[in-house]
């Protein structure tokens, strides 16, 4: 219960906090002592959606044109209803209308299209070299680097992050909120189920070894609301064979790309087999609902 109660809120808790620290929002310690004089008014004190500020970026105003270097953050982008305000997207990326210009792949981005195309704002996941942010400087084009979430706290930062950008401080909160709400039902449906199961992800088969998801993966860390993994590392490791025997799983959650039998082969106590496409994890939205619910309904 105490679990279920958790998660239900812990999406909305999170934005709110959030949003008021993300927004600049003033704040009193505890001792501060304010000496002006009470002002008497008919009207509450009107909040103002901009400026809002984060890390060592503050915007006075909502960017009217933005180019993505990141499908998932083109995605996000999207979810908050916020496509026609983009102008470029990399080659991965889904575009809103043919008009849409590509500006290169996150590793290699087209800088001088995207000088040419000269958006407010350039978002991307994959760090920009330092000699290409000041060239995308000085022509007077914000780059905003968004690290690829571990977390789903961390995803729905990314969320909280855009949306006050381009919303401001006065109705960010209430788009978050909507664009997050799938997947957040689906976790708290998840935390309600009852499910606690100990789990292993693998998500590769290479060389003959499996790629094992590790602690700090964004998969990881969603699966724990339907129980615990049996592989304590943080990062993602390539293992053999005698390895990965000597974990005994209630569940394996496997990349659809591997071969369910020769998975069933690696282990004694015969645990299930769930097939899935681990993909949607490496370019997250809201969309993971969709597989959050499929692991769940499988695992009753």
Request: charged share 25%; hydrophobic share 40%; with cysteine.
């Amino acid at each position: 219960m105490a679990k279920g109660i958790f998660m239900k809120f812990k999406v909305l808790i999170l934005i709110i906090a959030a949003l008021a620290v993300f927004a600049g929002c003033a704040h009193i310690e505890s001792g501060d002592v304010t000496t002006s004089e009470p002002v008497t008014t008919d009207l509450p004190p009107q909040k103002e959606a901009y400026p809002v500020s984060f890390e060592n970026e503050v915007f006075d105003s909502s960017p009217q044109t933005v180019a993505s270097l990141s499908p998932a953050l083109t995605d996000i982008l999207f979810d908050l209803g916020l496509s026609d305000r983009l102008i470029g997207v990399s080659d991965y990326c889904r575009k809103p209308s043919e008009e849409v210009k590509t500006i290169g792949s996150p590793a290699m981005p087209d800088i001088e299209a995207i000088i040419g195309l000269k958006p407010e704002l350039l978002v991307s996941q994959s760090p920009l070299a330092s000699a290409d942010v000041i060239r995308l400087k000085q022509a007077g084009i914000r780059t905003l680097y968004i690290k690829t979430p571990e977390s789903f706290e961390y995803l729905c930062e990314e969320y909280i992050r855009l949306s006050l950008i381009f919303y401001g401080a006065v109705d960010s909160k209430d788009i978050a909120v909507s664009a997050l709400s799938g997947i957040d039902g689906a976790m708290v449906s998840a935390a309600n189920s009852g499910i606690s199961k100990r789990f292993l992800i693998i998500g590769a088969y290479e060389d003959g070894k499996y790629a094992v998801m590790g602690q700090k993966t964004l998969v990881c860390d969603i699966m724990e609301v339907l129980g615990d993994g049996v592989y304590y590392s943080e990062k993602t490791e390539f293992l053999g064979r005698d390895e990965i025997s000597l974990l005994e799983p209630d569940v394996v959650i496997a990349d659809e790309s591997i071969d369910e039998d020769d998975i069933e082969k690696l282990f004694e106590n015969d645990p299930q087999i769930v097939s899935t496409d681990l993909s949607v994890f490496e370019r997250p939205t809201a969309a993971i609902k969709d597989t959050i619910e499929f692991l769940m309904n499988r695992l009753l």
